[in-house]
Structures are given as structure tokens and as C-alpha cells.
């Protein structure tokens, strides 16, 4: 493989140089084939747990829950861990846990793996950094959650990580019945240069980026959202929005629901045989004039295109519109201090009263890797992560993510409530082995289950229509080691233009700028890439 040194600019790209010195055997980062040649991906074996409350009315609905089952199963035989200490790093988007010689739960986990996990837990926004650190220290441990923006990824996880093709590919999986739950959009994610490498941190539609609505908020005001248009949307935020009591109709610029509304790709778009990119098309400038104009007519968070405190906001109430995933739901509830707080999802509709295509965001949260490990080691580290994927409705479910009845949780009913010891020993029921392996991530909001009727009708409206871009899985050498900066590029002129400091006529200039730095390189190499998929 050839990596010019002077083109390592440092971050990743420079650790990716450290990590893969003295690798002859790596995938030439030139071998479009070879970096996305396929692989038989594992078997998907659903796991038939409790039944959900809702139907599942769409291949792509997560279970819907209005309660945590009364009685869960315990689905593990033993310990995973064979006694040997288990090392990794993870990354957390909240305060990290107390270190397992002070945190009971650590200590407990420990205990039920077999094995004491000494885990290197790093702020998600630090993360990117950190990683790059621990591959040129080599000191990522057993266990690793992957950068997904880290330079040279596939020759990285040829070089670092246990090929996982021979324990996980078809039938194979089935020795981990919790990793076989995942069904086959999450493996494509895990597949570089014709093997799997990692495992999925899956999230499925959950993962989307929707508007999500303060209803308590609209009904105290009067005001009804229903199923909105970009000029019903407008009004009513410019209904609700009142600055002189600190009040905004948006945290941050619905690009999303406005997205779907106006029918736009989820970035790359097979058009005519060939891939087109959002930031090409007439559609994409009509965006940057709506977000231009909401700002304008102050109807977003005067600090909503700048800082990024979208959470704290609409939690407070200060804007009673956000743009946020679905899996963000339950931690606004969390949060939430008002007895009245109520989230509702409306569905984006288009001009002609359509449902608006809503963009689907990846399977995943993130990835996660095995150090090249002898055959032994590796199938323990399977089974340490299989315990990892148990899912909901199941005793090894509510010990990770509530840990222990009492000192960490109590129940309302069936459902638990983390204690002050539990928000803070637990890591707010997210403890960070989540980003090493994890279950299908479940429509669920404790003690809110008109939320999750919500959630569904939404969903089963927008699901049928709804698309995943189809690059997907797929991998460009050129945005490996340049997209970041294109990307960075084309944000900031979007926030100027967003703020008046720029024209809305820049915006065809730097789409220009924008191809001939990158983009056309890398809608070439995307484009190979989908000729090798095919249809698998």
C-alpha cells in the first residue's frame, strides 16, 4: 500500500500512517474492488423474545414496547469470560462512571462476565482524538469501538482487527444467538475488503434524525402542528416563537423534516445510472433559503445555527421544536423536570399533501473490533460481546442497562427507574459496553406510552417511503482522507448563509469548488463500489 507522507495532515490520517507501517499485505488503498468486495454476511435468526405491544406493520418498525415485560428471561448459561482480564475503549455522550474500584456496578459486571473489563471511557466528542492516539500507541485494548471517520479504515482494520469472516459469516453466527439478532443492513456496515471485521452497535430507523415537537408546550399555546408542509411549519413556529419570553419555534434548523418535505436524497442518489449529490441540486439552495429566512424572522434559537445546546433548549422549553434522532426520546424524558412534558413526531408532508421521503439514517450507531486474538481468545470475546447484545425484554438487559434493584433502580410497576446511584454508576442506563455490542434498539419510553404510540403511528406512516442512502456500507478511499474537510467546507458556508453572512449565490461556486476538490473523485469511486455490490 502507498500513503504519501505529506499528505498526512495529521488526526487520523497520521495515526493510520503509525497503524499500518510495515503492512504489505493491506489492500492497496487504489483497489476499489478489493476495499468493497463482498462477503456471505451472517445469518439473521431473530430472537423471539416478549412480544411487542404493537405490530410490527413494516420490515423496518423497531419492537414497540409500552412496558418493560414483568418477568424477564435470563438467556445465558454461565459466565461469557474465562476468567482472563478483557481490555477496550469506548466512548460515552454522558458523565463518565466512577472507576470499577468505586462503581458497585462495574464490580457486578465483572462478576457476571467471568472476566474484569478494564475499560478506557473517553467523551464522545474527544473520541475521534483519542482513538487516533490509541492506534499509534497501540493501546486500544481487546475491545474497540471504531472510528467510522478514521483515514485508511479498511487497510486500519486489516492491519488491527481480527478478521471475524470464519466465526460469523452464515450459519457460524448462530453460536452467538445475540449477534445472529442482527439482521443483515447492520452486518453491511461491518464488512471491509471482503471480510468481516467488526460488530454493529445497532440502532435501525432509530438512528433517523426527525423533528420532534413540545406538544405540551403547543397545547398550552394553543396551537396545532398536524401533519405539516414547509409553509405549515413556518406558521407555526412563528405562532409559538415570542423572544421576549425566551421562546423559539426551533433549537436548531429542521433540516431534516424540511429535507423530507422538499424530497431530497439522503446524500448520494442514483439519478439517470449516475450518483447525484443533495448539495447539487436546485432543491438543496431552496433549503439553505427557508433556513435562511427562519433565521431571519427569528424563528430559531438566536444561538441555534452556531452551539450546539439543541438538548438543553427544548428541554427547558426554549424552543419548542428540535431536530433529533428517535432513540433521543427516552433521554428527553429522562431529562424532562416538567410533570406535563410531551414529545410528539409529526410527519412531514410535501407541497402535494404526499408523505415527505424521510432519510433514513444509518443501521448503526458505530462499529466495534476484536484485536487479532488466537481462535481461543477470539470466540471468548465473541461471547463476551454476545452477552453485550442481549435484548430487551431479557435479565441480561436490565442488569446492563439499570444494573442492580435497590441501589440502581426501582420499579414503577414493571418499569425500572434509575436511582442517583444508577444515573451515575450506570452512566444514565447507557453504560458504555453499549458501544462494544448491543441489541436492536426498541421503541421504549418508561411511563410515557402515548410516546410510543406516537413514535409507531409516525413511523408507520413514513417507513414505506422512507430511504437509506444507497452508499451505504460502501467505501471511498477519497472520502476516507478527504470528505472531512469537504464536508467542514460546505458546513460553514451553510451556517453563513444560514446567518446573511454569505449570499445564497456563493452556495454554485463552492458546489463547484466542492467537486473538483473531492467529490466528483469520490462520486467515481462510490460508483465503482455499487457496480461490485450489485444487488447483495
Known sequence: MTISRRTLLGGSLAAAAVGLTGCSTVTRSTDIAALNKPVALPTYKRFEGPQPDLPRSHPLMPDCFYKFPERPVKVSDGAPGDGADVTGSAPTSNP??????????WQELNRRLGSSLGLNITSAADYPNKFATAVAGDTLGDLFNVDGGFAYLPQFLEARAQDLTEYLSGDAILEYPFLANAPAASWRGCVFSGGIRA???????????????????????GVEIGSPTVDELVKVAKAVTDGKKNRWGFAVPPTASLSAMLGLPNGWEVRDGKLV??????????????TRQMVKDGLIHPDGVAKANQKVWFTQGSAVMTQDSYSSIQSFYRRATNKNFSITIPVPRASGGKVGRVLLGSPNNSIAAIRPSSPERTKTLLRVLN??????????????KFGLPGRHYTL???????????????CLGEFPVQYLADGPYPAYFPGHPEAVDNLYNHLKAVLPTAILSPTYGLYSPTQSTKGKVLDTRMDALTKDIQLGRADLSAWDEAVTNYRKSGADAIRNELEQALAIKGDQ
Open 412 to 426: 414503577n410497576g414493571t418499569d425500572p427507574q434509575l436511582t442517583k446511584d444508577g444515573g451515575s454508576e450506570v
Open 96 to 105: 463518565i462512571p466512577p472507576t470499577a474500584d468505586r462503581n458497585p456496578y
Open 277 to 290: 449529490h443533495s448539495r447539487e441540486l436546485p432543491e438543496h439552495k431552496e433549503l439553505l433559503a427557508i
Open 199 to 221: 460488530v454493529p452497535i445497532q440502532r435501525g430507523v432509530m438512528s433517523s434524525n426527525t423533528l420532534l415537537v413540545r406538544q405540551d408546550l403547543l397545547d398550552q399555546l
Open 387 to 400: 452477552w453485550f447484545a442481549a435484548p430487551f425484554g431479557t435479565e441480561e438487559y436490565l442488569f446492563r
